[in-house]
């Protein structure tokens, strides 16, 4: 299940009552489509699924609250929110880091994702 999460329509980066230019809206629009072309869609989902999984089964296991079915998605996807949101502040985008990728050993998440695709995975 897909669930949008609404965000803030003002940027946390701009000051109170200071609003973007036009041409800074055009800026915006084109720095998002090469966002775009940067995110794995796919991947992006898997995880998200992964997380809503593992929500629910913490709150089976009555570490979590249990919720309606529908609100562990939700939780997902502000999970997954504010994960980008930090990302924007992280200074690791300003360093070269030309290494690839390899996931943590004590990380379920970083395991799972790091499996090889089959049919079977949501997203493939």
């Known amino acids: 299940m897909k669930v949008d999460v609404e965000l803030k329509a003002t940027s946390p980066f701009m000051r109170d009552g200071d609003k973007p230019d036009p041409i800074e809206d055009t800026m915006e629009d084109m720095v998002y489509e090469h ?56 200074p690791r ?5 030309r290494g690839e990728w390899k996931p943590e050993e004590d990380c379920e998440i970083c395991q799972a994702l790091a499996k090889p695709r089959t049919k079977d995975t949501p997203g493939s």
């Open 35 to 90: 966002l775009v072309d940067l995110v794995d869609f796919d991947r992006m989902y898997q995880l998200e699924q992964l997380i809503e999984l593992r929500i629910e089964q913490l709150a089976e296991a009555g570490i979590l609250p249990e919720r309606d079915p529908e609100q562990y998605a939700a939780r997902s996807a502000a999970i997954i929110a504010r994960a980008w949101h930090r990302l924007i502040e992280d």
């Open 93 to 97: 985008r300003y360093v070269d880091f």
